[in-house]
């Protein structure tokens, strides 16, 4: 089954309480970067904060459940 950004948009929003989290899930579901590429992209835009690709992995596995269960269908 498909899903529009706006729904995928709508349930990390919802769900996703840090906003860390929700950055890097927006990279992933809706622009569909790679771990690279979304590790890249967050230390270009806050570059006070450093994020490993291991910890960007790991907030990825902690929410994906979350987001996939609370999708329609």
């Given at each position: 089954?498909?899903?529009?950004?706006?729904?995928?948009?709508?349930?990390?929003?919802?769900?996703?309480?840090?906003?860390?989290?929700?950055?890097?899930?927006?990279?992933?579901?809706?622009?569909?970067?790679?771990?690279?590429?979304?590790?890249?992209?967050?230390?270009?835009?806050?570059?006070e904060?450093?994020?490993?690709?291991?910890?960007?992995?790991?907030?990825?596995?902690?929410?994906?459940?979350?987001?996939?269960?609370?999708?329609p269908?």
């Amino acid at each position: 089954m498909e899903y529009t950004n706006s729904q995928i948009m709508g349930i990390i929003g919802e769900w996703i309480h840090s906003e860390r989290d929700r950055e890097v899930l927006c990279y992933k579901f809706i622009d569909g970067l790679t771990i690279d590429q979304i590790c890249t992209r967050y230390q270009a835009k806050h570059p006070e904060y450093y994020l490993s690709c291991d910890t960007i992995k790991r907030i990825i596995r902690k929410n994906e459940n979350l987001i996939f269960n609370h999708l329609p269908g």
